[in-house]
């Protein structure tokens, strides 16, 4: 089982519509949990980063972290043509080191106009 | 305020002939972390430097990879011998210190192939 499961798509949805992507993991040691927004021949750029388990909302944006189930998901409210990215979850666990992530392998999502 | 700077943005190499990323971390910060994307693959960690230092090497290659970061200028990550499967997109990430409350900000990346 990999460490951290994540639909490659691709997903393709409505504009204006509320997206929905998430991952599953198996390392419980994981605290510190990211989504990170890659545009095709870009950098990943960060966009949300939480710590343990809730909510955390940041404009058009809300992750969410449920350790119990080993589960996160980012919301994205009123999808944009520019929100068509691969989007990737990453997580690292506690003591301190932030630096090695552990990635989802991306899911591709299209904005249909 | 320029973001992490990479060079080459894409190197072609044939090979055997060795191949030499740099990276200049955003103003400011003075961690480097190298990571590797394959096609089809997640990234996943390299090597993680300060100035002069190499603090955690342990997703580097044992064999053909290694990498600096000088006192003065950009960090390299260097491959010598490369072969097909070295062919990837390699990012380089910086932040102001190596703890929890500094997410890590990533370049564009070299592209790296291999013929």
């Known amino acids: 089982q990999k460490e951290v499961e994540q639909d490659p798509g691709p997903l393709s949805v409505p504009e204006g519509a509320i997206v929905s992507l998430n991952c599953t993991y198996s390392?419980?040691?994981?605290?510190?949990f990211m989504w990170y927004r890659q545009y095709s021949r870009k950098g990943p750029e960060l966009l949300m980063y939480t710590y343990s388990s809730g909510n955390k909302e940041d404009g058009r944006f809300t992750a969410q972290v449920d350790k119990s189930s080993k589960y996160i998901s980012l919301f994205i409210r009123d999808s944009q043509p520019s929100d068509s990215a691969t989007y990737l979850c990453a997580m690292t666990g506690s003591g301190g080191s932030n630096y090695k992530l552990t990635f989802g392998k991306g899911t591709l999502l299209t904005m249909n106009p | 305020n320029a973001g992490v700077m990479q060079n080459p943005r894409h190197l072609v190499r044939r090979r055997g002939q060795e191949a030499r990323l740099r990276c200049s971390p955003m103003k400011g910060h003075s961690h480097v972390y190298w990571y590797r994307q394959l096609p089809e693959e997640g990234l996943k960690f390299m090597v993680y430097l300060q100035k002069e230092n190499i603090i955690d090497e342990s997703g580097m290659p044992k064999e053909r990879f290694s990498a600096e970061f000088p006192k003065e200028g950009p960090s390299i990550l260097r491959i010598q011998q490369v072969v097909r499967g070295d062919s990837a997109a390699y990012f380089c990430?910086?932040?102001?210190?190596?703890?929890?409350?500094?997410?890590?900000?990533f370049g564009n990346g070299t592209r790296l192939t291999v013929t």
């Open positions: 990430a910086s932040s102001p210190a190596g703890n929890r409350d500094s997410p890590l900000h």
């Open positions: 390392n419980s040691a994981f605290q510190y």
